[in-house]
């Protein structure tokens, strides 16, 4: 009996091969340029702006996992004992995490209603922050506005990726305190321990169905193997630098679904929304801040209304404390998986109109 084995053609190939060199070339750049967050950003620009420009730029599921599972391992290896004592102190900023997010959705959705006369279903799921897939899912069975609601969540991630890190720096703290500088470069053992230790964790929660189950499961297996000692030393620079690269063109490959038009159609109310869960952001961060002491680095990244794989990559190259942030963005991903069904069902409008 014979198996056919699934190879990708000549064409995937290119493909996938031009979208990472053109996400190589950018980030190159950026980080030639001394930006801040210079090998995502840079990346994600550069992949965005030649996928809008009519290259259909895209990145396989094996590719894409491969990635993440890299960006897991690179963010467990910042992992000390000092920081998951810090987790007795999340459950307070967990569950003003959650009024963040509440609160983000429905003054995004309320922005969009009345200043640009999009239906409540529609509104809701475009400014829900982070769970981009589930949003999609849903607005398709409640027949929403799926290209809008697409180019509202693609513009925030890319607005709050490459405008992150220039806050930061602004403000002096891009570079604040690492964790722990990473002691060198595991050995290769060391290091194929970690990479079997990291696929069949994330193999595990992708089985029981965890959310972004690779890159947790990398990221935890990563974080108990240097959290108690058992491996010293990270990724090499290069791993780390391929996986933030590599994140960056993932980004930007979004843009490759949607016409320039389409994108354009929409700006003002992408702007407008990002504007509104910012500020709404910002009062929550501006509250743990007071009654937590905790970096401000730290709290921006965890609070910012982004996707959870770019946050963390940003946590990453910008030595913020990861179990933090991926604390934080975890949460954020579960509240919005759960809580839009239920709000959409109760605030949007009907589903015998959706259907109609």
């Not at 995502?40 to 009519?54: P, Y």
């Not at 609160?103 to 409540?120: E, I, K, M, N, V």
């Amino acid at each position: 009996m014979r198996f056919a084995v699934p190879f990708p053609s000549r064409s995937d190939i290119l493909i996938t091969g031009e979208t990472l060199a053109i996400g190589a070339a950018g980030g190159i750049a950026f980080a030639a340029a001394a930006l801040p967050g210079g090998l995502i950003s840079g990346a994600m620009i550069a992949v965005a702006i030649a996928a809008i420009a009519g290259r259909p730029l895209r990145l396989p599921a094996p590719v894409a996992q491969g990635i993440l599972v890299v960006l897991g391992i690179s963010l467990g290896s910042m992992v000390t004992r000092d920081l998951l004592a810090n987790l007795a102190a999340y459950p307070v900023t967990l569950a003003l995490l959650a009024l963040a997010t509440l609160g983000a959705t429905f003054g995004s959705s309320l922005y969009l209603q009345r200043l640009h006369g999009w239906d409540p279903t529609s509104a809701l799921l475009a400014g829900s922050p982070g769970a981009l897939s589930q949003i999609i899912m849903i607005a398709h069975e409640r027949n929403a506005d799926v290209a809008a609601i697409a180019v509202v969540q693609t513009v925030r991630v890319i607005l709050l990726t490459a405008g992150l890190p220039l806050l930061l720096a602004a403000a002096g703290l891009a570079h604040d305190a690492a964790p722990r500088p990473i002691s060198g470069v595991a050995g290769p053992v060391a290091l194929c321990v970690l990479a079997l230790a990291a696929v069949a964790t994330g193999w595990l929660l992708r089985w029981v169905r965890f959310p972004a189950s690779w890159m947790f499961g990398a990221m935890l297996a990563s974080a108990i193997l240097h959290g108690t000692g058992w491996i010293e030393g990270g990724l090499p620079d290069g791993g780390r630098a391929a996986a933030l690269i590599g994140i960056g063109a993932l980004i930007g490959t979004r843009f490759a679904r949607l016409r320039l038009r389409t994108i354009l159609g929409y700006l003002a109310a992408s702007l407008g929304s990002f504007a509104v869960a910012l500020a709404i952001s910002a009062v929550f961060v501006a509250i743990v801040l007071v009654i937590a002491p905790l970096r401000f680095a730290d709290v921006i990244i965890a609070f910012a209304p982004g996707a959870m794989d770019a946050m963390l990559a940003l946590a990453l190259t910008l030595h913020i404390d990861p179990v933090f942030v991926g604390a934080h963005h975890l949460a954020r991903f579960i509240v919005v998986s759960l809580a839009t069904p239920g709000i959409v069902q109760l605030f949007g409008r009907p589903q015998q109109d959706a259907d109609d």
